[in-house]
């Protein structure tokens, strides 16, 4: 066996043993993925919920946009609603939470000199903010 016959096949031994390295790689990951399957499945079995149930649970386009109007919800927190599909619940409860308006947050920013920080987070319910007295 020449030289160069000798060194080709000792690449293709060490392509081989590369490729063994590989395919164990995948074996692994693919026996770690049919557990996560299964988990699933478990999960599936435990949990099941009806497909009339499932729809209750989304949030529909025009619902999103109601929201979006009167609660003055950003495009980014739009999108948090719609990949996260909020229970009827939990909508009821942001309905319920009285979100204030950018104009009523401007004039208390300005009235009681809120920082930009403590704006951000500021939810005062409408009857409170009628009882509210400049200083």
Request: glycine share 0%; with cysteine.
């Amino acid at each position: 066996m020449s030289t160069s016959q000798k060194d080709e096949l000792k690449e293709l031994k060490r392509q081989n043993n590369n490729l063994s390295k590989e395919v164990e790689k995948f074996k692994r990951q693919n026996n770690n993925l049919s557990k996560e399957v299964e988990k699933f499945k478990h999960l599936e079995e435990i949990y099941e919920i009806p497909d009339d149930e499932l729809k209750k649970l989304s949030i529909s386009d025009q619902e999103l946009e109601n929201l979006k109007c009167k609660y003055e919800i950003s495009n980014d927190e739009l999108n948090k609603l719609k990949k996260y599909e909020i229970s009827n619940d939990e909508l009821e409860n942001l309905k319920q939470k009285n979100i204030i308006s950018n104009d009523k947050f401007k004039n208390l920013k300005t009235i009681y000199k809120i920082s930009d920080n403590e704006f951000k987070y500021l939810r005062i319910p409408d009857e409170e903010l009628k009882n509210l007295k400049p200083m």
